[in-house]
């Protein structure tokens, strides 16, 4: 891979059309932005038939965008780019982040610790719980843990609405005085992302499965802290090693364990037997 | 600039999820893609925040997308894209492409040489015409001449459909048996591009002007030929030094000449005084 366009003249002159920006900052992502753009496009030379079919599929992907559905975040997701950001931003000695995805596009319901954010009582039931951290090991009271997932088929709510009530798999919790969570569900399936638009297209013209591996999606924070964009894995699933977005981390991979213990289940207000996953979630300082 | 990701190991990882691609051009321009795409974001270490606010901003492009209107090619543009795209597609000895732009969004009417794309009666009367010849000097009888321009305020007709018929400013001429096209028009304006899109934000937040220069728009294609989009440039006129899309060339810029003859402007089929452009179109083999 080169640097140079094939017209450097022609980049500088851009780069430097944004000289009187205010924003110094706004300057230089430009500016990088016109180097590497002029240094793709001189790589790969594309015939005008290329661009062409570029500016459509761009074009196709802004609209394919609904308030439900983000297929920008979905490209930047199969392209490795969100986990890429997520990683820059990042801090060592916190819970590794992973990427937001494109179904964090509602807010998640204020629920309590214990709640069941299965609203429609089908599928494996499962007990998550966790403590959230500092890095220095001491539990956070009043932390928020934003959760969401899809169901046992593999569904989010807003891709399904005849088949789930809003706000099904969403919860948005806040630790206790021991800095712990909790919440009912039901175990997640792997799925496809969404394949009926430009994404998709992209996927099937590349022999790209378009599956993800088994997860629930948490935000952790707290005041003082950094917070944290994450999944917890299941472990054993399938795609754990070919996640159609490149989300998983070793660290984040958790085992569900089966529970067939009667009384166990009656505090836990679950049928049993039922699953039980703890993930707890260490947050850096701010 | 590096070419280095902050992480290097995804980017492979990306790069490889490509590789059971059928397309071995498609294969080709995402392994580039994938890399400066990194190396990029790598550079400029995005907070998540920006991130998001550029998933905003592609959104946004794409849904000002509509018939007649492309944001996508606007802000390819903007970014020297679109000319760079036609530099590396353009060969020596013909006349120089520039960019297609925004606007030839609808077919031209096909029109008899001679015939006015002025459809509406107002602006300074001019007369075009030029031979369209073989890089051999030997002029191309049949060949096709698509001309699209602005009117004298610097509006398309799809802009403003309500003050101009849909085809003013627009005509698909051939040339006659000596390769000549020739039509009557107005002189077009230098004008703004949109700036009420997502492109226009851009260009507001960086302090950049949106002109463009006082142009004619031209494709010109002949059998056995590669075809040419290109403009004729007004000689004088404002904008020629800092084009908001970056296609100004030398070379394509005439002098537009006030002719005070009633004899040549009857013959013209054009009031007294009228304007008057030749501008030659040299195509390169196929």
Chains 1, 2 share one sequence.
């Not at 002159?13 to 590497?36: G, I, K, N, Q, Y």
């Not at 931003?89 to 819970?95: C, D, E, K, V």
């Not at 954010?117 to 890095?135: F, K, Q």
């Amino acid at each position: 891979m080169g640097t140079e366009s094939a017209d450097p003249a022609l980049a500088a002159r851009v780069a430097d059309s944004f000289r009187d920006a205010p924003d110094e900052r706004l300057r230089t992502v430009l500016a990088s932005l016109v180097t590497h753009l002029h240094a793709f496009v001189g790589e790969v030379r594309p015939t005008l038939a290329e661009w062409e079919a570029a500016i459509g599929f761009l074009t196709a992907t802004g609209q394919a965008c609904t308030d439900t559905r983000q297929e920008f975040i979905l490209l930047s997701d199969v392209l490795g780019v969100s986990t890429l950001v997520e990683a820059v931003n990042s801090r060592p000695g916190g819970t590794e982040s992973t990427v937001l995805g494109p179904f964090h596009v509602v807010a998640s319901p204020p629920r309590a610790n214990g709640d069941s954010i299965d609203l429609v009582g089908r599928g494996e039931p499962c007990l998550v719980t966790g403590v959230v951290r500092g890095a220095d090991g001491v539990p956070l009271p009043g932390a928020s843990v934003d959760v969401w997932q899809c169901d046992q088929d593999g569904f989010y709510d807003v891709q399904v609405p005849d088949a789930q009530p809003a706000g099904n798999g969403r919860g948005l919790f806040t630790t206790d005085a021991d800095g712990r969570f909790r919440f009912r569900t039901v175990v997640p399936s792997h799925y496809p992302i969404p394949t009926d638009g430009p994404v998709g297209q992209l996927l099937r013209a590349t022999g790209r499965h378009p599956y993800r591996p088994a997860h629930i999606h948490l935000i952790g924070a707290a005041q003082g802290h950094l917070p944290v964009t994450t999944h917890v894995f299941v472990a054993g699933g399938p795609y754990l090693d070919s996640d159609a977005v490149f989300a998983v981390k070793p660290s984040l991979v958790r085992e569900f364990t089966r529970v067939d213990d009667p009384d166990r289940a009656a505090e836990a207000g679950l049928p049993s037997p039922f699953w039980y996953v703890e993930f707890d979630i260490v947050l850096c300082g701010a």
